[in-house]
């Protein structure tokens, strides 16, 4: 349940700062980590839990860090850090749409994330609530692929 829950965390991070291309994500067990791949098989970057802060944290393929996500629980959402603290978004579930949102600081939808039945994805939209890409889980490569419109 535990890497259900970051690896659904990693999703939606990736997917607001996709560009156009199609990514692939991949848990790397010997590392204990998840490692973002381009379309070339190239990797970008990756994720990694700090059991020490309680945060997951975002690395580019140099190892330099980009941002943090924690849990907070007293607002019952994720928050998401800068490099330097600062917070950039919030995600949290909105149980009226059935769908997870992402804020910006000032509590604006800048996109959301909603379960798609018909085709077995996660749907990633907009503020516009415009279709921009959609992950969908490869039982052949065992991997997560996020496909930009």
């Known amino acids: 349940m535990k890497k259900l829950t ?11 700062g996709a560009t156009a291309q199609s990514y692939t994500q991949k848990w790397n067990d010997l590392y204990k980590r998840t490692e973002f791949f381009d379309s070339n098989g190239r990797m970008i970057g990756y994720a990694k839990y700090n059991d020490l802060y309680n945060r997951m944290e975002y690395y580019d393929a140099n190892g330099n860090l980009q941002k943090t996500e924690q849990r907070n629980n007293l607002y019952n959402r994720t928050d998401t850090k800068d490099r330097y603290g600062n917070t950039q978004s919030t995600r949290s579930y909105n149980n009226l749409y059935d769908r997870e949102e992402v804020k910006d600081t000032y509590g604006n939808v800048i996109g959301y994330k909603k379960w798609n039945d018909l085709y077995k994805r996660y749907d990633v939209y907009n503020s516009n609530n415009t279709l921009i890409g959609y992950y969908k889980w490869s039982d052949l490569y065992n991997r997560w692929e996020y496909h930009q419109n």
Not at 9 to 16: C, E
């Open 6 to 16: 970051i690896l659904l965390i990693t999703l939606i991070a990736f997917a607001i």
